[in-house]
């Protein structure tokens, strides 16, 4: 199957200190091997009509289907999501295998 990515689009609640939760998810992964890559961003547009509200991305790639089960299995993630959707007014999650339809360029020789 390859590469797996766990998305997740959220919209934080009212007066939540986003970059605590930021600096606790970092933290996160950075200590947790199955995670091959990590990114995430904010909205730029603040186009409602398409966002709904969401503000915020993460995205997580693991080696393989198996590496996320590990993850989403795993007690600290466990410990860190109670905290994680405690500050969230809502959330979607798509996990899903990576079809490269562009792939990025060779790095120049």
Same mark, same amino acid.
């Given at each position: $199957? &390859?590469? %797996?990515?766990?998305?997740?689009?959220?919209?934080?609640?009212? &007066? *939540?200190? %986003? #970059?605590? %939760?930021?600096? &606790?998810?970092?933290?996160? /992964?950075?200590?947790?091997? $199955? *995670?091959?890559?990590? =990114?995430?961003?904010?909205? +730029?547009?603040?186009?409602? $009509?398409?966002?709904? &509200?969401?503000?915020? @991305?993460?995205?997580?790639?693991?080696?393989? !289907? #198996? #590496?996320?089960?590990?993850? $989403?299995?795993?007690?600290?993630?466990? !410990?860190?999501?109670?905290?994680? +959707?405690?500050?969230? =007014?809502? /959330? %979607? @999650?798509?996990?899903?295998? *990576?079809?490269?339809?562009?792939?990025?360029?060779?790095?120049?020789?």
């Amino acid at each position: $199957m &390859g590469e %797996v990515k766990h998305l997740c689009l959220v919209k934080f609640k009212e &007066g *939540v200190v %986003v #970059d605590d %939760v930021l600096k &606790g998810m970092t933290e996160l /992964v950075s200590e947790m091997d $199955m *995670v091959k890559s990590f =990114e995430w961003g904010q909205d +730029m547009l603040n186009q409602e $009509m398409l966002t709904q &509200g969401f503000t915020h @991305v993460f995205s997580l790639t693991f080696a393989t !289907a #198996d #590496d996320l089960t590990s993850y $989403m299995s795993h007690e600290r993630h466990a !410990a860190f999501a109670g905290t994680f +959707m405690a500050a969230l =007014e809502k /959330v %979607v @999650v798509i996990d899903f295998p *990576v079809v490269i339809a562009k792939p990025p360029p060779s790095p120049p020789a």
